[in-house]
C-alpha cells in the first residue's frame, strides 16, 4: 500500500484506535491476574462466571452511543449471560486475523460478530446455528452523469479494477471466484486493521473507488453517506453465525440450545428490528 493511502487511512483509524484503546485499557486492569493461556469449556467459563468475547466494533454488532454499550450482538451476549448466571468480558478487535488467534489461543470464549459460514472457517472453528442472513455488496460512489466511467452497473464491468476490503474477509474468495465467472482479473486489496465502515467512508470521500462490505452494515451507513450507492450485490444472500474453538463443543451447544429458543422470542424480535428494520 502506498504511503498517500496509508495516510489517508489513518484520518479514518484515528476514531477507532481512541475506542479500542479505552477498552484495552479497561480490559487490562480487569483482567490482569486471571489471564487465559487455552481455550475454554463451558464447565471450565461457568466456574469463573466471566464470559471473554471478541466482537467488531461497527454500528450493528457493537458501539457507544452517548454513555451506553449497544448493538445488535451485544445485546444477544448480554442476554444469553443473564441467562446463565454470567458476566461478560467483551473487547473490540479490528482485525479479523486478531479475534480468531485470540480465539484459538484462549483470549476469547466467543467471537460474537457476523461470521460468514464457509467450510473453511468450520475446518478452524464450531459455528453456531446461524444468527442472521446477509449479503456482500459493491460499495462505490452515486453515478456522476452519463460519462461517469468509474460507475459499475453490473459485476461484470468489475474487470481491471481494484476492490478494497478488509483483511482476511470471506468476501475474497467471492470475488476470487467472480473473477473466474467473468473471465477476467479483478484487483483485490486487503486493508489491515480496519472495518467496514472506515471503507465505506474511505469510498464515499473519494479516497478509494470501490469496496465490499455487508449490506446491512452499507444500509446503515448509506443513511449518512447518501452519495454512495450499494445497489450491486456480490455475493448471494448466506448464513452468518458465532464462532467458538474447537476445543468447546459444550460452550457451542449451550449457546446453540439458547439462541433456538431466543430466536423464537418477543425480545428477540425486538433486538432484531432495533438493528436490522
Known amino acids: 500500500m502506498n504511503k498517500q493511502l496509508n495516510m489517508r487511512l489513518l484520518k479514518y483509524l484515528i476514531p477507532v484506535v481512541a475506542i479500542v484503546s479505552i477498552f484495552f485499557i479497561i480490559r487490562k486492569e480487569q483482567t490482569a491476574d486471571t489471564r487465559i493461556t487455552h481455550a475454554r469449556d463451558y464447565t ?31 445485546e444477544l451476549i448480554q442476554a444469553f449471560a443473564h441467562s446463565k448466571g454470567m458476566k461478560t468480558s467483551i473487547t473490540p478487535v479490528m482485525s479479523i486475523e486478531e479475534r480468531q488467534k485470540g480465539l484459538y489461543e484462549g483470549t476469547y470464549d466467543l ?5 460468514q459460514v464457509t ?24 453515478k456522476q452523469g452519463e460519462k461517469d466511467s468509474t460507475f459499475i452497473h453490473n459485476q461484470l464491468q468489475l474487470a481491471k479494477h481494484t476492490i478494497h476490503v478488509v483483511k482476511g474477509s470471506p468476501s475474497i474468495m ?22 467496514p465502515e ?9 479516497d478509494i473507488d470501490y469496496a465490499v462490505c455487508e449490506e446491512s452494515i452499507a444500509k446503515i ?15 448471494f444472500t448466506q ?15 449451550s449457546l446453540n440450545t439458547w439462541l433456538n ?10 433486538i432484531y428490528r432495533k438493528y436490522y428494520k
Do not use: C
Request: charged content about 20%.
Open 111 to 115: 467471537i460474537a460478530t457476523n461470521i
Open 239 to 253: 448464513f452468518y453465525a458465532w464462532a467458538v474453538s474447537k476445543q468447546s463443543p459444550m460452550l457451542l451447544d
Open 44 to 74: 471450565e467459563i461457568a466456574a469463573e462466571g466471566l464470559l471473554r468475547v471478541a466482537t467488531e466494533y461497527n454500528s450493528i454488532s457493537f458501539f457507544i452511543q452517548g454513555d451506553t454499550f449497544s448493538g445488535f450482538h451485544y
Open 119 to 142: 467450510n473453511e472457517l468450520k475446518d478452524s472453528f464450531l459455528l453456531t446455528t446461524p444468527i442472521i442472513r446477509n449479503k456482500q455488496v459493491l460499495v462505490q460512489r452515486k
Open 198 to 206: 472506515q471503507l465505506i467512508s474511505m469510498v464515499a470521500y473519494g
Open 261 to 270: 429458543n431466543f430466536q423464537k422470542s418477543k425480545e428477540y424480535l425486538r
Open 221 to 235: 451507513m448509506a443513511d449518512s453517506l447518501p452519495q454512495i450507492d450499494i445497489q450491486t450485490a456480490i455475493s
Open 174 to 195: 467471492r470475488i476470487q471466484n467472480l473473477s473466474e465467472e467473468i473471465g477476467d482479473t479483478i484487483f483485490i486489496r486487503e486493508i489491515e486493521k480496519y472495518g
